[in-house]
Structure formats: structure tokens, C-alpha cells
């Protein structure tokens, strides 16, 4: 996400931090089956293929994945710890949605607290991991379409906060970025903006910051490519009213 290893992985959650509804999923039968539909629907709803504020049904998905309907509901907890989705009872689940106010906010937050997580990652960020991090930014320059781009993008920030030892603060992140996902690839793909020259260069700014332990100049880069992504969304309330109307 402007503002999100050895090769590249294939769908948008393998490149991402540890997500807080994983350790929760249980063990056992029930408990891998629920896990491995929660991966399912997770890359569904981050590539855009399930939209904000689509309804998830249970037996739909229970037949798609040849499961019962307990691990599919082990499967939308996670989701839901993950920000993914909105579970109301006695009603069912959908595919989370923010209004541009919610989204703001999760911005703001995200401008705060990024910095924060990014000065305790840094003296764990080895070379091959910073090496890394120049590569993709390579690779985004050269991205051919929003969704490889975007792509892209996450392995790079989160990747940049690999070396960070955090007991809530990682965890926080990856929801507040789970949340906001949708609503920047849709930007992205009406706007191109991953074609912008700003882009690459604050990932540029961000890798030289980095390598020379200027923790400072590191938060400021970033506070500043989170807030410059939350106010060109702020400029297309388009792209939140088009969302189908919230559960009640």
C-alpha cells in the first residue's frame, strides 16, 4: 500500500504481517478446514473479487469448499478479527465496508502509528530484507496493472516491518490495512495512481532512510505517503458511496 522474501508471492495475503484471527482458528479437523477457507475468502476479498458490502452465504461457501458449515463459521471469525468482515447476528456475514469518514480515520490512525512500528522494525531489517525492499520497488515501477501493483506494494510495507518484535502494534496494522485495501484498489484502478513518480520516489526515500538508521527521516516519509494516499481519497467520495448499504 502506498499511501501492501525470495520470490513474489502469488495472491495478496502471503506477503502480509501475522493476522490476529490466525492463532484463533483451533486445531484439529474443524480447526485446519477453517483456516484454509479463511485463505480462500481473505484472497477473494483483497483482490476485489468479493467487493465491500457483498453477503457472504454460509452454505454457498460451505459447498464451494466441500466443508460443513462449522468450519465455514470458524472461518468468518478469523475474517472477522482480521477486519475483513462484518458478521450480524441472526442476520449473516458481509464483506466489510467503511464510509469515507471510517476510512479517514483508519488513515489517521495508520499516519500515527506506522512510524511507530517502522522505528521498532528497522534494527531488525537485515540487508537481504532492505535488498529486497529495493527490488520492489523496481518491480512496482514497472507494474503493469493496479492489481500487480498493489500487490507488490504490500510485500514491500510489510516487509518493512518484519524486523519488528511488537505484541499488539503489528497486529493493528494489518487489520487497519486489511480494512482499507479495497477502497485504494479501487483509487488505483480509476486513477492509475500507481503510475505516479511520488510513489516510487518515497519508496526510494524510505529503503535509503532505512540503510542509514535515520529512524526519523524513515517516520516522516512514511507518515507523509499515508497522509498524501488519505487525501487523494478524500477527493473521490465516489468510491465509498458506490459500496452496497451496511448491514443493519
Same mark, same amino acid.
Given at each position: ?128 530484507? %532492505? ?20 500487490? %507488490? ?31 485504494? %484498489? ?33 517516520? %516522516? ?28
Amino acid at each position: 500500500m502506498s499511501d501492501n522474501a525470495t520470490s513474489t508471492p502469488s495472491t495478496p495475503e502471503d506477503a502480509r504481517l501475522a493476522l490476529p484471527g490466525e492463532s484463533g482458528a483451533g486445531t484439529g479437523r474443524h480447526g485446519n478446514a477453517s483456516r484454509r477457507i479463511a485463505d480462500g475468502l481473505r484472497a477473494a476479498i483483497l483482490s476485489g473479487e468479493l467487493p465491500p458490502g457483498t453477503r457472504i452465504r454460509q452454505e454457498e461457501v460451505a459447498a464451494n469448499y466441500g466443508a460443513s458449515r462449522i468450519p465455514v463459521r470458524g472461518a468468518l471469525n478469523i475474517l472477522q478479527s482480521d477486519g475483513l468482515v462484518t458478521l450480524v447476528a441472526n442476520a449473516g456475514a458481509w464483506v466489510a465496508q467503511l464510509n469515507l469518514a471510517e476510512c479517514e480515520e483508519a488513515y489517521q490512525l495508520r499516519e500515527q502509528i506506522e512510524p511507530l512500528l517502522l522505528r521498532a522494525s528497522r534494527p531488525g531489517l537485515t540487508a537481504d530484507k %532492505l535488498d529486497r525492499m529495493d527490488a520492489l520497488a523496481s518491480q512496482m515501477e514497472r507494474a503493469a496493472t493496479p492489481e500487480e501493483f498493489l500487490h %507488490l506494494d504490500r510485500e514491500f510495507h510489510d516487509l518493512s516491518y518484519s524486523g519488528a518484535e511488537t505484541v499488539v502494534l503489528a497486529d493493528f496494522v494489518c487489520r487497519l490495512w486489511n480494512m482499507t485495501q479495497q477502497y485504494r %484498489l479501487a483509487f488505483v484502478r480509476l486513477f492509475e495512481e500507481h503510475g505516479s513518480a511520488i510513489v516510487h520516489d518515497e519508496h526510494r526515500m524510505l529503503v535509503r532512510a532505512l540503510r542509514e538508521g535515520d529512524d526519523d527521516q524513515a517516520g %516522516l516519509v512514511m507518515r507523509g505517503h499515508i497522509r498524501r494516499t488519505r487525501l487523494a481519497l478524500a477527493q473521490h467520495p465516489e468510491l465509498f458511496d458506490t459500496a452496497a448499504p451496511k448491514p443493519s
